[in-house]
T-cell receptor, first 114, second 111 residues
């Protein structure tokens, strides 16, 4: 299967600061990547679709000014959580669908805001 | 009605038994169906994909699809403790369609 690499795997930050998460496709080019958030014992919730060279598409209820997405190249998408609050603490996961069907996921980033 | 429904479990089976995981979906136009395994604290990994009615086998795993009943299942034969995880069912209508996940079924394989 395709390889998606996500970094960092864990991050702890102070309230009010910003955190950047990187998602890379290692063996394919991804014009589209997907960002999910997962709270404990809950399923994946799609936050936004990242589009190379254009604006991201956000799901209803997701604040685009808080969760900044940049997809500057065919192999890299970034998610920046701005002005983080404790309620933003969650597991953030990126994915890509290189063949348009199956999704392959990065390792995930455990964000803790203190 | 949720788009993709799964029993949250936990489903407990003894080691060596067959585990049967079920999923129903609401969109009759759905075309592609996937099973993912997610260990606690890790991201999902793809186990099986199925696109047409019937059974698809891969090692100890068998996916079954019945589009008329809008039902997809995953059978795990000879269950091992290492199979203990949450299994997510995912459905999409096509390449341009959103991939929709169920809430997952937690499987516990007991020694």
């Amino acid at each position: 299967g395709a390889v998606v690499s996500q970094h960092p795997s864990r991050v702890i930050c102070k309230s009010g600061t910003s955190v950047k998460i990187e998602c890379r496709s290692l063996d394919f080019q991804a014009t589209t990547m997907f960002w999910y958030r997962q709270f404990p014992k809950q399923s994946l919730m799609l936050m936004a679709t990242s589009n190379e060279g254009s604006k991201a598409t956000y799901e209803q209820g997701v604040e685009k000014d808080k969760f900044l997405i940049n997809h500057a190249s065919l192999t890299l998408s970034t998610l920046t959580v701005t002005s983080a609050h404790p309620e933003d603490s969650s597991f953030y996961i990126c994915s890509a669908r290189p063949g348009g069907t199956e999704a392959f996921f990065g390792q995930g980033t455990r964000l803790t805001v203190v | 009605q949720k788009e993709v429904e799964q029993n949250s479990g936990p489903l407990s089976v003894p080691e060596g038994a067959i585990a049967s995981l079920n999923c129903t979906y609401s969109d009759r136009g759905s075309q592609s169906f996937f099973w993912y395994r997610q260990y606690s604290g890790k991201s999902p990994e793809l186990i099986m994909s199925i696109y047409s009615n019937g059974d698809k086998e891969d090692g100890r795993f068998t996916a079954q699809l019945n589009k008329a009943s809008q039902y997809v299942s995953l059978l795990i034969r000879d269950s091992q403790p290492s199979d203990s995880a949450t299994y997510l069912c995912a459905v999409t209508g096509g390449t341009a369609s959103k991939l929709t996940f169920g809430t997952g079924t937690r499987l516990q394989v007991m020694l």
